[in-house]
């Protein structure tokens, strides 16, 4: 098992990863969960897929892609877009609801944003666990290379439950909200303690 962290700047250097990534989130989002989101040759894509954006994919020799999650920093603009969680405080997005945080989504060069993090589907019950707590360590690492404290997410609201295991303080920032039957709830990983 690796782990890869893609950018624009390094896509030519790891083959088809980068669509295998894409291809692995349609498969997931919208064949599986049913989301009504973008797509085109049989990849997942929306607005955040930027040079701005970091890719952190778990992956096998072979690049099959095991589970992903895209990095954004919260100081990025595009047009009428800036980052995921802020832009749905914004109201503008139809999908997640605008009262996800308690307080203003912050814009900081040390905040990013982590999003469509998941697990691919296929993935077998008994290494699951593993794979995600490898994803989440990478995120930290990539997260701290870019030179945040901290990433804020929108997770399943289980994430208590896990937390711990995977080493990570989480704290919560936002209620928990029913979004598409599931709920959520935004949170922000500490990844201070970890700076070097």
């Known amino acids: 098992m690796q782990t890869t962290t893609l950018s624009f700047d390094n896509f030519h250097n790891h083959g088809t990863l980068f669509a295998n990534m894409l291809r692995a989130r349609r498969e997931?989002?919208?064949?599986?969960?049913?989301?009504?989101?973008?797509?085109?040759?049989?990849?997942?894509?929306?607005?955040?897929?930027?040079?701005?954006?970091?890719w952190v994919v778990v992956h096998d020799e072979l690049g099959k892609v095991l589970a992903g999650n895209r990095l954004t920093p919260t100081t990025t603009k595009c047009g009428i877009y800036t980052y995921m969680i802020r832009d749905a405080q914004r109201g503008l997005l139809k999908t997640i609801p605008s009262h996800l945080l308690y307080d203003e989504a912050p814009v900081s060069e040390t905040v990013w944003e982590s999003s469509r993090l998941f697990v691919?589907?296929?993935?077998?019950?008994?290494?699951?666990?593993?794979?995600?707590?490898?994803?989440?360590?990478?995120?930290?690492?990539?997260a701290r290379r870019l030179g945040a404290r901290s990433a804020l997410t929108l997770l399943n609201a289980n994430w208590p439950r896990w937390a711990g295991r995977v080493g990570i303080d989480?704290?919560?920032?936002?209620?928990?909200?029913?979004?598409?039957?599931?709920?959520?709830?935004?949170?922000?990983?500490?990844?201070?303690q970890n700076l070097h």
Do not use: C
């Open 120 to 142: 691919a589907h296929d993935v077998p019950a008994g290494i699951r666990r593993r794979v995600h707590a490898k994803l989440v360590m990478e995120i930290g690492s990539a």
């Open 170 to 192: 989480m704290t919560a920032m936002g209620p928990v909200m029913e979004i598409d039957g599931i709920d959520n709830q935004v949170v922000s990983m500490d990844f201070s």
């Open 28 to 54: 997931l989002f919208i064949v599986q969960n049913k989301w009504d989101l973008p797509e085109a040759m049989g990849m997942e894509y929306d607005q955040y897929d930027t040079p701005a954006s970091r």
